[in-house]
């Protein structure tokens, strides 16, 4: 007996039983009943070599919200060079920016290839669904400050890393600080994503200061060509910010485009700075300030989490990074300060 005589009798497919035999996410309530209705008929057993060998590919599937942010490259490195050791191999899939329909899509296409264990990368899709993933496959959430008991948390001390940021310039002797952060999708709990905790820490730090008449946030998206909109906005402004914060190193990237284009200097008439500590943020003609939370530690320990979870681990793990600050040539005092 197998499954293609299962599927047959229940009159559906193949994969329609190893996902209920898998016990996968995605399966109806009516197909799995039809599906088990069929194995109690005919007596199906799985043949435990067989099964071993479908839940044992020895891959991790990665979702990326895209493939264009170098930062993710250093989380990717981590991964690997903890995976690579134990046999494991990385599948990587992108999700289409923060289009929730196409991330699910995305780790369908994962599933359905029956990966091990699966890293969400700054994933746009709710708690709940993510919870639904993690329930039939290892699941680490890299990025969001979800609380779950069902999968695995990697993130950074994004508090303390904007903070920095803004103790940073203030000391400096800028007053007109202006910040850019991404949108919120409106699909997961706000307060949960990195990009409103930035915000929210920028907003408290110059209030704590005495500055709140000078909060300037543009929302766009942590891209280049989101940095290049949001940075746009803020020059228009009158009088124009002295110092950019922006959400990611990508947005930081597009800020000083639009800055050059202006006919200005950095950091002579704004200072820059970003936050991840990407590879290229180093490149001596960018020298972009930075937080560094150190993506290739994140990678690691996502790695780890995963082979625990497959190995048997069910109890949840939430691993947080404590960023520093890199200081480069993009910020200096504002033109003249003493």
Excluded at 25 to 32: D, F, I, L
Excluded at 93 to 105: I, S, Y
Excluded at 175 to 184: G, K, S, V
Excluded at 254 to 259: P, S
Aim: aromatic residues 4%; charged residues 20%.
């Amino acid at each position: 007996m197998t499954i293609t005589d299962v599927a047959n009798h229940a009159q559906v497919s193949t994969t329609a039983v190893s996902k209920v035999l898998r016990n996968a996410y995605g399966v109806s309530e009516a197909m799995r009943a039809k599906v088990q209705a069929a194995i109690d008929e005919l007596g199906y057993r799985p043949h435990a070599a067989a099964r071993a060998m479908r839940g044992r590919t020895f891959t991790i599937g990665v979702l990326l919200p895209h493939i264009r942010n170098p930062f993710f490259a250093d989380i990717l490195d981590g991964l690997t060079e903890q995976i690579g050791p134990a046999g494991y191999q990385a599948i990587m899939v992108q999700a289409g920016g923060t289009d929730p329909k196409e991330e699910r899509r995305a780790v369908d296409a994962l599933v359905d290839r029956q990966v091990d264990g699966i890293l969400t990368i700054a994933p746009a899709l709710a708690k709940a669904e993510l919870e639904e993933i993690g329930g039939g496959t290892p699941t680490v959430v890299l990025g969001r400050h979800d609380r779950s008991a069902v999968y695995d948390s990697v993130l950074d001390d994004d508090e303390v890393g904007a903070e920095l940021v803004v103790e940073h310039l203030i000391a400096l002797g800028h007053r007109r600080i202006a910040h850019i952060t991404q949108a919120d999708d409106g699909r997961g709990r706000a307060t949960a994503l990195l990009q409103t905790i930035r915000a929210r820490t920028y907003e408290r730090v110059m209030t704590e200061h005495g500055l709140a008449d000078h909060i300037a946030l543009a929302v766009t998206s942590y891209t280049e060509e989101g940095g290049y909109e949001g940075a746009k906005r803020l020059l228009a402004r009158t009088p124009r910010p002295t110092a950019i914060f922006a959400g990611a190193d990508q947005a930081a990237y597009g800020t000083l485009a639009a800055v050059h284009e202006a006919g200005l200097t950095v950091p002579g008439d704004i200072s820059v700075a970003g936050y991840d500590n990407a590879r290229i943020s180093r490149l001596a003609h960018i020298s972009l300030t930075s937080v560094d939370q150190d993506g290739a530690i994140m990678g690691r320990t996502a790695g780890r989490l995963l082979l625990e979870r497959i190995e048997g681990r069910t109890s949840a793990v939430r691993f947080s990074v404590t960023p520093t600050l890199v200081t480069r040539r993009s910020t200096a005092p504002p033109a003249g300060a003493s």
